[in-house]
């Protein structure tokens, strides 16, 4: 079903291979936010912010009565991978691409925005295209900007493509429906000594060692566990590739996981304890990086998106367990919207997030389209249009 013309779908088709071939990765996505920018000025909007927590770009579609507001947020940034592929329109930046389908959400948006050139009798539509999402820093900028209460909303939705799931499938999952993460960077200094004499420095090669076994074994259960945590050790580097020097400095890179934001705050305090009684003698400096909080689903916003997923005929996934992957679309929740993320299936068979091989498929857009509309229809009482 498509609530779109046909000619209207191809425009969009058409909009995200031109996204795809000119990616921009997380904090660089100017030329991207302008050309969103471009887009929602043709279609009307009666308001728009740009520069939102570095490059976010919303715009306001407002009815003439007062009523909620309800926000639908996608994400601006490419990955800094390289594309492998034989699409006539494959990445032309070498090393970034498109790889997790974020030009597919874009443009979603923007079918929705379409629809919304005949505007709601009541409340108003934000549509956010959000920048840095791949880190984690885009949704607490935005939130962190001084123009966030101009946008605030009372209800958050978004959608993520899910490789590995029928397309067009709706997955809803009310709680924990995408995990709390963090890097956690672990530098240790000591002195180096020359490689004869080892016994005169301060190596941290037995600290490193001890570690690189604790860490992981701060792992707990699976994801579908009540305090499932996962530990996941991901660099290591020890001194200079040399053989005349015993080393002095050393560091560790792990990532945190765990579904919910209390048994990380848990597992942080016992990682820093584990470090702390490993290191002895060594200086230690931990930095905190990527850091996404848990998405947790409102029970009233997944249920909304339950029957216009029902009403429209599309199959519904009811999720047992979370998704390991983490979203930085939680803060909006944090922030006081009842928020849901939809998490919507791309293919049985399709290239997973993050392959090089992988690009968005564009059947997936009426789908998405007619779903996020019936939403913004439901949230604002509207009768379907």
Not at 87 to 101: A, F, I, M
Not at 301 to 325: K, L, N, Y
């Amino acid at each position: 079903m498509s609530i779109l013309s046909e000619e209207q779908i191809s425009d969009l088709v058409n909009l995200r291979h031109e996204l795809h071939r000119k990616p921009e990765i997380s904090g660089e996505e100017e030329q991207t936010a302008q050309r969103i920018a471009k887009e929602l000025t043709a279609l009307g909007a009666d308001r728009i912010w740009t520069s939102l927590g570095g490059h976010g770009v919303a715009a306001e579609f407002s009815g003439s009565e007062e009523g909620p507001t309800v926000l639908l947020r996608c994400e601006l940034d490419g990955l800094p991978i390289r594309e492998i592929s034989d699409l006539v329109y494959k990445s032309e930046v070498e090393g970034k691409g498109h790889l997790c389908g974020h030009d597919g959400h874009m443009v979603s948006l923007l079918g929705v925005g379409m629809r919304l050139a005949t505007r709601p009798r009541k409340g108003r539509v934000i549509l956010l295209f959000q920048p840095a999402e791949e880190t984690g820093a885009g949704a607490p900028a935005v939130i962190a900007d001084p123009r966030w209460p101009e946008l605030r909303p009372d209800y958050a939705f978004a959608y993520h493509n899910v490789p590995g799931r029928p397309l067009g499938e709706i997955g809803l999952k009310t709680g924990s429906g995408n995990c709390a993460s963090r890097g956690m960077q672990i530098l240790l200094e000591g002195k180096s000594s020359h490689a004869a004499a080892p016994e005169d420095g301060l190596s941290p090669a037995a600290a490193m060692s001890q570690l690189m076994i604790a860490l992981p074994a701060l792992s707990h259960g699976t994801i579908g566990d009540n305090g499932f945590a996962l530990s996941t050790l991901t660099h290591a580097n020890l001194g200079e590739p040399t053989f005349g020097i015993a080393p002095a400095d050393g560091e560790l890179r792990v990532t945190l996981r765990a579904t919910t934001n209390e048994r990380m705050e848990r597992m942080i305090e016992d990682a820093e304890a584990l470090v702390a009684q490993t290191a002895g003698e060594l200086k230690v400096r931990i930095h905190w990086h990527d850091v996404f909080r848990a998405v947790l689903n409102d029970p009233d916003a997944t249920e909304i998106a339950r029957v216009v997923a029902d009403g429209q005929g599309h199959v519904i996934h009811e999720m047992d367990i979370p998704m390991r992957w983490s979203e930085d679309f939680g803060r909006f929740g944090d922030d006081g919207a009842k928020a849901c993320l939809l998490y919507v299936g791309s293919g049985e068979t399709h290239p997973q997030l993050h392959n090089p091989d992988y690009d968005f498929p564009d059947a997936l857009l009426p789908i998405v389209i007619s779903q996020l509309c019936g939403i913004v229809d439901r949230v604002l009482g509207l009768p379907n249009r």
